[in-house]
């Protein structure tokens, strides 16, 4: 028997040789407001654009040319930091002339190119890598000189037409603000993501005109181009919901929403209970164990590991560096940084805990804190197994509570404490009796 050979463009993260991507990220994200070039806000704990590579690693799209402008070093830092293994090159835009121009920046700057490019924005953080791994598969199976992602949409307002044939070949595509009153009832819409033959798009972008109200070069025209040189391109429907940019802080937080309910719905899918999608918000690498149950309200920021049998919230805030073992409760009010707990660690209410370490079957009691910060460096606090700690107590780290201690309510721990002792630490009460008596006239 013949054993066919498995498709590349459907293994997850199995490398795609003869494709290169080329994220934009030259734009300066006016319309943001903010200081913060636009591509490097932050979406459910990274980068809009860190999601955008991670999807293209996870199409096995491991070559990345990211056109960038004034944000190179902001760009820099972020992927060494982030992507320290991976060759991740810059190309810098000196001059803001168009998407058109940022394409051949980056196909010019580069002497040897993958004979495919996958041209991509920097903005489009809902893009996963499994459409991406399709949009390939189509790109390769229809054998054409270049492909656009596009969708179908009830609203298509705000993104270009596309026009096409029957045989699905497209004519061009339309920007709204040239759109006629026939073309904008057309609900074929351009997705801004393009897979195209290196030596076609060669030969076919030095032919954009610049546009003259906007004095850019608009990739777009590429495809009315390729169909008048009887190269005309193909597309491929994909998922409307994955292809929302960003450009607002309205759509920041629209599109950071709806990325943050499919992290839940993959957690709730692993068999952890999120009792409402609507106010538990989650960012960065988080590891949760089954039948875990994280209440509203509660924020956990990666990296966290959570185990099984949990209750989380509600009204808890779980921070980097944390590690919670099976069966904890970590109630309301409750935050948690770079804390490790042992199994069964009951934090119910009103309690800070960071910097800390805390065996197996410890009560902290409401209102406890581990002061961690004397002004110019972090300590920690080392709490043993099954200690029983009274409410409103404060471990002034560096300190270190044995196994089966009992701190009284009230304590201001400062010192270590030996295991299985009775600690407190609190000035004793004073009764001056009958000091405010009223007097009998």
Do not use: W
Request: hydrophobic share 35%; aromatic share 4%.
């Amino acid at each position: 028997a013949i054993r066919a050979k498995k498709d590349p463009a459907r293994q997850p993260g199995q490398r795609v040789n003869n494709i290169c991507a080329v994220i934009l990220a030259a734009g300066e994200g006016t319309r943001m407001k903010s200081e913060t070039p636009k591509v490097m806000h932050n979406i459910c704990g990274k980068p809009m654009i860190g999601h955008v590579i991670k999807s293209c690693f996870e199409a096995g799209v491991p070559d990345i040319i990211v056109v960038a402008g004034a944000n190179k070093k902001e760009l820099e830092c972020y992927f060494k930091k982030e992507f320290p293994e991976k060759k991740i090159e810059i190309v810098v835009q000196m001059k803001r002339l168009g998407t058109a121009h940022a394409v051949k920046t980056a196909v010019c700057s580069k002497k040897r190119m993958k004979k495919e490019i996958l041209i991509l924005s920097g903005d489009t953080p809902l893009l996963t890598g499994e459409t991406l791994r399709k949009l390939i598969k189509e790109f390769t199976n229809k054998n054409t000189g270049g492909i656009i992602g596009a969708s179908y949409t009830e609203n298509p307002e705000g993104y270009g037409r596309i026009i096409a044939k029957k045989d699905g070949k497209v004519l061009k595509i339309v920007e709204e603000k040239d759109a006629g009153p026939e073309e904008k009832r057309i609900k074929l819409v351009n997705g801004g993501i393009y897979i195209i033959k290196k030596a076609v798009l060669e030969k076919n972008i030095r032919k954009i005109r610049m546009n003259r109200k906007k004095a850019e070069y608009y990739l777009t025209d590429l495809a009315e181009i390729m169909a008048k040189n009887k190269e005309a391109m193909d597309f491929a429907v994909l998922p409307h919901s994955e292809l929302a940019g960003v450009n607002d802080r309205v759509q920041l937080a629209r599109v950071s929403k709806i990325k943050n309910k499919k992290v839940l719905e993959k957690l709730a899918k692993s068999g952890i209970t999120i009792v409402d999608f609507d106010t538990v918000f989650i960012e960065g690498n988080i590891s949760v164990g089954r039948d875990t149950v994280i209440k509203p309200f509660t924020v956990i920021t990666g990296p966290v590991k959570i185990g099984k049998n949990c209750i989380i919230g509600p009204s808890a805030h779980i921070r980097p560096g944390s590690i919670i073992g099976d069966g904890c409760k970590i109630g309301n009010y409750v935050e948690i940084k770079n804390a490790k707990t042992g199994s069964n660690v009951n934090i119910s209410h009103l309690s800070y805990i960071g910097d800390a370490e805390i065996g197996e079957g410890t009560n902290i009691g409401a209102g406890t804190i581990t002061a961690n910060y004397d002004g110019k460096a972090k300590h920690r606090t080392v709490i043993g197994k099954n200690v029983k700690v009274g409410s409103n107590t404060v471990f002034v780290a560096p300190v270190k509570i044995g196994s089966g201690c009992v701190v009284g309510a009230g304590s201001v721990i400062t010192e270590d404490v030996s295991p299985g002792s009775l600690v407190i630490a609190r000035a004793r009460q004073t009764e001056k009796k009958e000091r405010f008596k009223k007097k009998e006239k």
